[in-house]
């Protein structure tokens, strides 16, 4: 029998190792791949933001309703004009009231004249009961007779004062008209703009009772100064202080961050719905005048600013797991490994890293994807960079 020559025997050999690696790399598990994000140095905030959608107010808002009811007889405005306070805004039917006062101011003339009556009549019977004074002293007349004198004298003096008094109260009369008529007006309480008007002229305008949400007659707003008002979770209320710093985002304004400030803090927890304790918060603009259109009532969210750290350790906070621990992709053994990481500051997008990990240390973001776990093999996802 022939025996294989070494060549043969080397060939077979070659063909025997190449099996062998191939069925080893058939066996191993397949590799993972995986979203990964280097640890870097940059900027780390501490921040809070509203539970709610938060709205834009202005600081002068009122809606405007007469006391009295009535048909509606002037309408000096028009939605959306701007007026200046003071400015007669809608005034009812009070051709009524305006008699009352015409009898009233008629009834102080009437008054007034009867004063001057009876004063002078008062005064010349004080000096009718003076010389009667004198002729008693010569013993020209009888002391009865100075006393019916210096008694009727006494009466018209009373008579004058309560001619007086007959005066006040018709003036006094003559003002109950005029507040009267004044609760058929609407006057502008301060400078604004005219949001809305209910009703027009000829119908009827009635006033709102207590405990009734009657639409208001005039809507004013005074739009040169406006603010945002918030819903916090009252676990973060203890946090928030009057003065730091906010960023106002806001739908209209999707791209563009605005800077504010907390202006107050609500004293009290309100209980929108049941187990959703909200604070509220008002913020300013700090640069109002670079905002153009804003209108009262649009939507807006506030993230107060609790602290800044500029040159921080950080990793992205959605790549933080359950317990305070990372997915870390080791360069040398291709494998992830799980790392417990000491938290600093943070906020939705970025964690401050106080140990665990180092600049330049690779760890998954990727951690919604199936079989990602520690202990499997991974690769970076190159599409995912793209």
Do not use: H
């Not at 009231?97 to 015409?102: E, F, L, N, R």
């Not at 140990?355 to 690769?379: C, F, M, P, Y």
Request: with cysteine; aromatic share 4%; charged share 30%.
């Amino acid at each position: 029998m022939k025996r294989p020559s070494l060549r043969s025997l080397i060939i077979l050999a070659v063909i025997a190792a190449v099996a062998i690696g191939v069925l080893w790399r058939l066996t191993l598990p397949k590799s993972v791949a995986v979203v990964v994000k280097e640890v870097d140095r940059g900027r780390v905030e501490s921040t809070i933001a509203n539970t709610r959608a938060g709205s834009i107010e202005a600081c002068q808002r009122t809606k405007l309703s007469t006391i009295l009811g009535g048909r509606i007889e002037v309408l000096a405005v028009k939605e959306g004009d701007k007026v200046k306070k003071g400015q007669l805004l809608m005034k009812l039917w009070n051709d009524d009231q305006k008699a009352q006062q015409t009898l009233a101011a008629s009834q102080v003339e009437l008054a007034r004249r009867r004063v001057t009556e009876a004063c002078t009549v008062a005064a010349n019977a004080m000096r009718e009961a003076d010389r009667v004074s004198d002729l008693r002293k010569q013993n020209f007349v009888s002391l009865s007779k100075e006393d019916q004198a210096r008694t009727e004298a006494n009466a018209r003096a009373a008579g004058c004062e309560t001619a007086k008094a007959d005066v006040r109260q018709a003036e006094a009369r003559l003002a109950a008209t005029r507040v009267e008529q004044g609760r058929t007006v609407l006057y502008a309480p301060f400078a604004g703009t005219v949001a809305k008007i209910v009703g027009e002229i000829g119908e009827y305008s009635t006033p709102s009772p207590p405990g009734v949400p009657t639409p208001p007659a005039i809507d004013l707003i005074d739009e040169t100064c406006l603010y945002v008002t918030a819903p916090m979770d009252e676990i973060d209320a203890p946090k928030i202080k009057v003065g730091q710093p906010v960023r106002i985002k806001m739908d209209a304004f999707a791209k563009r961050d605005f800077p504010g400030r907390v202006k107050r803090v609500a004293p009290y927890v309100t209980a929108v719905e049941k187990q959703a304790r909200t604070v509220d918060v008002e913020v300013d603009f700090l640069k109002p005048e670079e905002i153009g259109g804003l209108l009262v009532g649009y939507s807006a969210d506030v993230e107060i600013v609790l602290a800044v750290k500029d040159d921080a350790l950080r990793v992205p906070t959605a790549a933080i797991q359950e317990g305070g621990k990372v997915l870390l992709l080791n360069a040398d053994s291709g494998k992830l490994e799980e790392r417990p990481i000491k938290a600093g500051i943070a906020n939705w997008e970025y964690t401050e890293v106080l140990d665990g990990l180092q600049a330049g240390d690779r760890i998954v973001t990727s951690l919604e994807k199936e079989g990602v776990k520690a202990g499997v093999r991974a690769v970076v996802d190159d599409k995912a960079k793209k």
